[in-house]
Every structure is written in C-alpha cells, then in structure tokens.
C-alpha cells in the first residue's frame, strides 16, 4: 500500500517535471538536479519500506512457529506478540490452539487440522498436508493460555477492517465476555462507526 502511494507520487512529479520542462527549456539542468535529488529520495524510502515488511514477516513467522513450543510459557509470549503484531493472518493458528486442532510437525511446522483431524493446512502457506505421512504432536496450553488466546483473538478481530468482522467478534463477546477484554471493547467502541457493532459492543460492557 504504502509503494503504491509513492509510486503514484513518484509518477507525478515526472510529469510535472516535463511539463515544467517543456514550458521553460532554460531551466533544464536545476529542473534534472531537482529531479534527480527526489529520484535518490524515492529509492531510499521503497527501499527502506521493503526493509521494514522483510523484518515484520520474518517476525511474524518466527512468533507464529512458537505455538507449537513445549513450553507453556513461551507459548503465551507468542500468543501476546502475535495480538500485538496485529496480522489478521495469525487468526486461523490461534483459533486452532484454542480448539485443540493445532499440530506440530517433527521439523517444527505448524499444521492446522480440521474437525475430524483427518486433513490439515500448513499456518504459514495456507497449502493442504497429507497428515497421514506425518508424525504430529500437538501443543499442550493451561487456562492462563487460554486467557491470553481469547484476549488476542478478539483484538485481531476487532482491529479487523472487515465490519463483518468485528461485528462477528463483538456478538461473540456479547456470549462469552471476560473482564480481560473490556477494555479492548472500550477502545474498540470509540473508534467505531457502524452502527450496529457500536451497539453490540455497547451490549457487552453493559452485560459486565
């Protein structure tokens, strides 16, 4: 999103650039060292960006293949940085550590099993795995985890862009609220919009 803004930027200049060319032919060489000074800008800013997205990918895989640590402990810090991290992308792997349908496999990849645990996904490429092949084991979470997995999953889903979203998240909070998320619903309340998540969050805090 943000290359594409600059692009589109970068792309407008050039054309204001000619423009102002073709109308002052005089001013060519302080029209190309002002040019070519912003041309310099733009590749170090994409550059910059494209640094940045590398680091939070990596970031995000490495935390998400810590659902599958045998420590209990670790577990909850990923749980936590993956809320924090705010990609929508973790929602699949947490569901499935909360429904007891995550699996690890002996190289340390994530699997997400369906209902029947006869078929599964790789977290991270979303592409189906022949579980039957592999020898799984899956995580085991304690109560405090679980806490931290029904925190996250509703921050994920209430940040979500997705009104349909958020308001899936607020109906399931107005069923199976805890104090360890109002505030998230009151945050979530003061920048809402829609009318009827407004109104189903509303619910919630007034439920508790």
Known sequence: MEFLLLWKIFTRMVKLRFLFQSRNPTANSNGLKVFARFFGLFILVVTCISSLSTVEANDFETT??????????????????????????????LNALKDKRLAITEEGNLVILNKSENQGTDALS???????????????????????????????????????????????????????????VEASLKKEKIAEVRETLSLVLAKE
């Open 126 to 184: 979303g592409e189906k795995v022949d579980t039957e092949s592999l020898k799984l084991r899956k995580p085991r979470i304690n109560n405090t985890v679980r806490r931290h997995l029904s925190t996250a999953i509703a921050k994920l889903k209430l940040n979500s862009e997705d009104p349909a979203v958020r308001l899936e998240a607020a109906k399931d909070l107005l069923k199976r609220s805890s104090s360890a998320v109002l505030f998230l």
């Open 64 to 93: 998400l293949k810590e659902l599958g640590n045998k420590s209990r402990s670790k577990i909850k810090v990923a749980v936590q940085s993956l809320g924090e991290l705010g990609n929508p992308a973790a929602l699949p792997a």
